[in-house]
């Protein structure tokens, strides 16, 4: 299963944001919440073309639904939110969202 975050980024802070992400600090980061949750983080992707709103989403990929209990207990996991907060618009909605693939979906036929 794969958990996306989507979330906006302040304007004048996405190039910092960018940067903050591809630091040694944010790797470490990532790399213990990935040891903490059992979550693997997989990337995080920016809009470069998009029809209307777009976000920033980042993309772990989850071993089951048990480690949605796992990580909302994570104290990485609050370290992590704490130190992007700054980079985020916590004026527009953030969501989320869990995804299979295709050959993982089980879809009902209708009656």
Known sequence: M???SRYYLKAEKMADYQKWLLSDEAKSLIKRFEDETGWKYVETYFPIMGFGDDA???WFEIPNWAAL???RKSLVA???MKKTWDFMDMTRATSSVVYRKAQDVKIPTPP
């Open 78 to 80: 609050d370290e992590w």
């Open 69 to 71: 209990d796992i990580m």
């Open 56 to 58: 920033v989403e980042d």
């Open 2 to 4: 794969f958990y996306v």
